[in-house]
């Protein structure tokens, strides 16, 4: 019957058709994670094994490294191959935090008392580096405590199985793969074990977190064994942190810098290390200390920057070109910040700062980014529209309010958004 006929043919030929996109759904479908892994040993010794070795890595060395590593699927910013690609992060709708918890009291006054007495432990140490390098002791031990909190965090990972992970399937996979290379390149100079070369999830290494390439550059062996250790070794530890600083640009018999008042009439809109005078013309101005002791007659004819985070609504600081050093460890105004006072706590046994911090930090990063393309459209360098305010967009800020007639308070408020459109 045709009608049968025709009937029988449709079915097959709607078997052959769900067939087809049945294989082909799964010829598209994302690969398992045994497959990846499969996939990851592979690209270890038909990928990577060849540049290492062609860079001077030793076979022995190579094989130690990657002996029982795997993928870590636990860590961040993955884009496994085969998988779909990570959504895109909207960073710009959340707002950003006041600065206030981050510098909590508390905790700043336990690693000030722990710094002190790591100060006495490492006082010959640290004199020799402070001769060496002429970077402040409690400049060191300041950063050394804020990164792994003198060495007590625990750090687990293996270094090669995050670097090697994020190679082959990060966001950033060259240079993570630029970094592998490198943490080889420290496991075949003898100074640490392929077992002993620790490091956190992002990669960075041993107590005072150095990438590996940052190793390379500025590990240094003073505790004279002959290993560059900073797993295990303070001295070692707290002199490549000096060292780091010194390739950086610090300037010996300076300090980070200080805070101060700045009177009413002098404008905030004159922020940032482009702007730098001698500290005399600052205090001409009416600029002084929160000390209340006068500025050292040394620093007076040296340079000093005008940094208001908060703007008008926090504290209010005067800094010197180590201030801007301390960023190249981590390029954040308020990570310098938190350095410098921590090292005055270890150093002086100085307290918070005097200053309060203001009710900021509330808007949405997306409402801030739209403020500075609208002072981008302006005129204005706001250092790029990213949503956060740094010390340009503070500046550019201060600078339109003073343009416009306003008392300038330096930083984005909400009543602004209207204004500046």
Not at 258 to 268: F, G, K, L, R
Request: hydrophobic share 40%.
């Amino acid at each position: 019957m045709p009608g049968r006929a025709e009937g029988g043919i449709a079915r097959h030929a709607l078997a052959a058709l769900c067939f087809l996109l049945a294989t082909s759904n799964a010829a598209h479908a994302a690969p398992s994670k045994a497959e990846v892994e499969a996939q990851f040993q592979r690209w270890v010794q038909t990928d990577l094994w060849p540049e290492a070795q062609k860079g001077g890595i030793s076979e022995k060395t190579f094989k130690a490294a990657f002996s029982g590593v795997t993928l870590d699927w636990s860590l961040n910013d993955l884009a496994p191959p085969g998988f779909p690609p990570p959504k895109e992060q909207k960073q710009t709708q959340a707002e950003f935090s006041s600065p206030a918890p981050y510098f909590n009291d508390d905790r700043l006054k336990r690693l000030a008392v722990t710094g002190r007495t790591f100060q006495t432990q490492y006082a010959s140490t640290l004199k020799k580096i402070e001769k060496t390098y002429g970077v402040p002791g409690s400049i060191v031990l300041a950063i050394w405590g804020r990164e792994t909190g003198f060495g007590a965090a625990k750090i687990p990972n293996s270094g090669i199985e995050v670097l090697a992970t994020k190679a082959f399937m990060s966001t950033r996979k060259e240079m993570f793969r630029t970094e592998l290379i490198a943490g080889l390149h420290i496991i075949d100079g003898g100074d640490v074990t392929a077992a002993d070369f620790k490091g956190s999830s992002a990669g960075a290494l041993g107590q005072p977190q150095f990438m590996p390439t940052s190793y390379l550059k500025y590990a240094v062996d003073i505790d004279g064994d002959g290993h560059r250790n900073i797993w295990t070794s303070v001295p070692d530890t707290l002199a490549s942190i000096a060292n780091f600083l010194v390739k950086k640009g610090w300037q010996r018999d300076r300090g980070w810098g200080y805070e101060v008042t700045i009177p009413e009439n002098v404008s905030c809109a004159q922020e940032g290390p482009d702007l730098g005078r001698p500290i005399a013309q600052w205090a001409a101005l009416g600029i002084s200390g929160t000390s209340g002791k006068a500025f050292p007659s040394r620093e007076m004819n040296a340079k000093g920057m005008m940094m208001v985070p908060a703007g008008r609504d926090g504290p209010e600081f005067l800094v010197t070109p180590n201030f801007y050093v301390i960023k190249e460890y981590n390029n954040s105004d308020l990570y310098a910040l938190y350095i410098g006072n921590l090292a005055d706590r270890i150093a002086y046994g100085a307290g918070a700062f005097q200053g309060a911090w203001g009710d900021v930090g509330k808007m949405l990063r997306s409402d801030v980014a739209t403020m500075q393309r609208a002072l981008e459209k302006k005129g204005y360098d706001v250092g790029g529209s990213d949503g956060l305010p740094g010390y340009k967009t503070r500046r550019s800020i201060g600078q339109w309010q003073e343009k416009s007639g306003m008392k300038p308070t330096c930083y984005p408020e909400a009543q602004m958004i209207g204004k500046l459109n």
